[in-house]
T-cell receptor
Framework: EPEVTQTPSHQVTQMGQEVILRCVPI?????FYWYRQILGQKVEFLVS????????KSEIFDDQFSVERPDGSNFTLKIRSTKLEDSAMYFC???????????????FGPGTRLTVL | DAKTTQPTSMDCAEGRAANLPCNHS???????VYWYRQIHSQGPQYIIH???NNETNEMASLIITEDRKSSTLILPHATLRDTAVYYC?????????????FGSGTQLTVLP
């Protein structure tokens, strides 16, 4: 069964450093998302992406964050200058083209645990 | 998106049906009820969704009351692997890449 993959599974970085989290969405999907979950807290939406541009973003997704689809398979989340509070599990998700008669469920990857020291 | 209320936690004996309730009294006519779950530290997983009719798939059944103000997710024969946080989400279906808004969910613990 096709699945969303994410690398690395765990990233440790120093405060102020840039990190890039990578995701490979399901191959025929066209909608891409990033969510995060701080330990013990809710899953929070960060950004959605379609047709090479951001569709929606939350207040969390400030100028320190950016997303890119650099080629036909990868979808990346960049944090320019990490803060301690960016420590969280980051989940990538993808979904298919929306059809009137069906629900395009979001398929989530296993996550990248980001630890900022 | 309409607000949902779920119990914080529930237990269920292995092999028995797990019935997870969700209240969504402010749901509007074009909003669907979706259920996702998150097994510890993994990415959320879609379970089922419905508008007003009861729905069943290979994972679960969804019962929506006639007034649509509440619903129940039923796992007919719970296993230990069903231990997870279950999220009830109410929102419109959409043609755009719309976010999912996760609440605190219900921690279901299946006991041996």
């Amino acid at each position: 069964e096709p699945e969303v993959t994410q690398t690395p599974s765990h990233q440790v970085t120093q405060m102020g450093q840039e990190v890039i989290l990578r995701c490979v969405p399901i191959s025929n999907h066209l909608y891409f998302y990033w969510y995060r979950q701080i330990l013990g807290q809710k899953v929070e939406f960060l950004v959605s992406f379609y047709n090479n541009e951001i569709s929606e973003k939350s207040e969390i997704f400030d100028d320190q964050f950016s997303v890119e689809r650099p080629d036909g398979s990868n979808f990346t989340l960049k944090i320019r200058s990490t803060k301690l509070e960016d420590s969280a599990m980051y989940f990538c998700a993808s979904s298919d083209v929306w059809q009137l008669s069906s629900y395009n469920e979001q398929f989530f990857g296993p996550g990248t645990r980001l630890t900022v020291l | 998106d309409a607000k949902t209320t779920q119990p914080t936690s529930m237990d269920c004996a292995e092999g028995r049906a797990a019935n997870l309730p969700c209240n969504h009294s402010t749901i509007s006519g074009n909003e669907y009820v979706y259920w996702y779950r998150q097994i510890h530290s993994q990415g959320p997983q879609y379970i089922i969704h419905g508008l007003k009719n009861n729905e069943t798939n290979e994972m679960a059944s969804l019962i929506i009351t006639e007034d649509r103000k509440s619903s129940t997710l039923i796992l007919p024969h719970a296993t230990l692997r069903d231990t997870a946080v279950y999220y009830c989400i109410v929102r419109v279906a959409s043609g755009s890449a719309r976010q999912l808004t996760f609440g605190s969910g219900t921690q279901l613990t299946v006991l041996p």
